[in-house]
């Protein structure tokens, strides 16, 4: 299993951290604020706890004086490169409310080595007219990465990140942001700005599909941009969002020789198989033409209820008239979710419509 993101707060990290402190602020205390770090607590502390820990322990050291500790933080920061760095945006959302200029001016700086996208949304809970016309600023920038941090910054459900439940029910401020990235030069702020529209179509899915129509077809980045924009959408099985990249009801689809193995053990492979058929004649021979295919299984929880979970096998336009599909899932044990031992289900799904389904049980 993959060591802990957490784990990226060591000793070495901390101490690297004073070192470069203590050259722009000899007053600096480093024994201590390393002994305050690693405190009594450090080990049942997760990622984020660990870095709003180490931005508490520097404010412990720094002046009081929240501009002066920007000062000294501002050339600091140059030397480090990384997610595990974002304590120095932390920093000022602990403690730079109170000072919107110089907080915007900070988290301006630190994003270009860290991403702001987290400290950002706290200024805007506290005022978003204001914090977003300074992200309208930023989507203007020439540097990529204030450019993304428009974007990224105001997705109303940012993984990790406090939601911004006023952009869930109104997302037209995001919007003003998005438009301005839509033809974006940089491949990292086009993905952003996707995320940000998929984010937006879990609670305004109307929302995304006019502006879908509306983009969809004027370059080939933008196309890239929608569908990943919309695929939240597509696994949803969402017809008139099927229908905008040519996935049409399957009814001419037929599905046979399903196979599924009946049991799987926690950490082995579940293997299945089927045979995709045309039923109907296109022009002057069968084809399967534009398929999404995708599979769903119905997790059991642990009150032995089912979440299903969607997995897109493949799409394409298929010349041929049959197409046999092999696939498996691997129950390996993984973070992002917990596995429960009985009866599960698996559904093949056609463009958005289910065809068939079987069951199988997972032994734990």
């Known amino acids: 299993m993959a060591e802990p993101l957490k784990n990226l707060y060591n000793k070495k990290l901390t101490s690297n951290l004073s070192n470069e402190i203590v050259k722009h602020y000899p007053a600096f205390d480093q024994g201590t604020f390393e002994r305050s770090v690693f405190d009594d607590n450090w080990k049942e502390r997760e990622l984020k706890q660990r870095m709003r820990h180490i931005a508490v322990c520097l404010h412990q050291q720094l002046p009081e004086n929240y501009e002066r500790a920007i000062d000294i933080l501002i050339p600091v920061a140059e030397k480090f490169n990384g997610f595990e760095y974002m304590f120095f945006q932390d920093y000022v959302e602990c403690y730079g409310l109170g000072d919107f200029d110089t907080s915007m001016s900070a988290l301006e700086h630190f994003t270009k080595y860290a991403s702001s996208e987290f400290a950002i949304r706290a200024f805007i809970l506290q005022d978003a007219a204001r914090t977003m016309k300074q992200m309208l600023n930023w989507a203007r920038s020439g540097n990529h990465h204030l450019r993304r941090l428009a974007s990224e ?28 990235l839509m033809k974006d030069d940089s491949e990292y702020v086009r993905r952003s700005v996707a995320n940000n529209l998929n984010d937006i179509s879990k609670d305004n899915p109307d929302i995304v599909i006019q502006w879908a129509q509306r983009w969809l077809g004027k370059n080939r980045e933008t196309d890239r941009i929608i569908k990943h924009a919309c695929r939240t959408l597509l696994k949803a099985g969402d017809q008139q969002v099927l229908a905008l990249f040519g996935f049409t009801e399957p009814g001419h689809i037929e599905i046979s020789q399903f196979k599924l193995q009946p049991t799987v053990s926690l950490g082995e492979k579940l293997n299945f198989s089927f045979k995709l058929s045309s039923n109907e004649t296109q022009g002057s021979k069968d084809k399967i033409g534009m398929c999404r295919i995708e599979f769903a299984i119905d997790f059991v929880r642990s009150n032995n209820s089912l979440s299903r979970k969607v997995f897109k096998i493949a799409e394409a336009d298929y010349p041929e008239s049959k197409k046999v599909v092999n696939r498996y899932f691997s129950f390996k044990e993984i973070t992002t979710r917990r596995y429960y031992a009985g009866k599960h289900r698996l559904s093949i799904i056609i463009n958005g419509v289910e065809k068939l389904s079987g069951t199988f049980v997972l032994s734990v």
């Open 153 to 180: 910054g105001c997705r109303p459900r940012l993984p990790w990140a406090m939601a911004l439940p006023a952009f869930k029910t109104d997302p037209r401020p995001v919007l003003k942001v998005l438009k301005s």
